[in-house]
């Protein structure tokens, strides 16, 4: 059974940082896109950063120049470095993969359980 475990959540100050890990908690066959979002209350659910196996990255306009996604391969694990923090980074992160868990099965989609990340201001 697949699992994205996220951690590295928790209060920080506007202006600081705080440093997300997701990491695959069971062999697996590939991996393609890992990434990683958001969902502050009352809003919908939205995208930070992704990052494909091959390397490219997109990034949310309301992040870019502040934080930064990277992954290991060799470690089924993804990272999202968070610098300059804002109150309005507020929110639930998640992230999120499309696993291929052996050479016979189809890409599925996963989601992490979440990290609460708070900005204070």
């Known amino acids: 059974q697949v699992q994205l475990v996220d951690t590295g959540g928790g209060l920080v100050q506007a202006g600081g940082s705080l440093r997300l890990c997701c990491a695959a908690?069971?062999?697996?066959?590939?991996?393609?896109?890992m990434g990683w979002y958001r969902q502050a209350p009352g809003k919908r659910r939205e995208l930070v950063a992704t990052i494909t196996i091959g390397g490219s990255i997109n990034y949310a306009d309301s992040v870019k120049g502040r934080f930064t996604i990277s992954r290991d391969n060799a470690k089924n694990t993804v990272y999202l470095q968070m610098n300059s923090l804002k109150a309005e980074d507020t929110a639930v992160y998640y992230c999120?993969?499309?696993?291929?868990?052996?050479?016979?099965?189809?890409?599925?989609?996963?989601w992490g359980q979440g990290t609460q990340v708070t900005v204070s201001s």
């Open positions: 999120n993969a499309e696993i291929r868990s052996t050479m016979y099965s189809y890409w599925y989609d996963y």
């Open positions: 908690s069971a062999t697996i066959f590939s991996i393609n896109a």
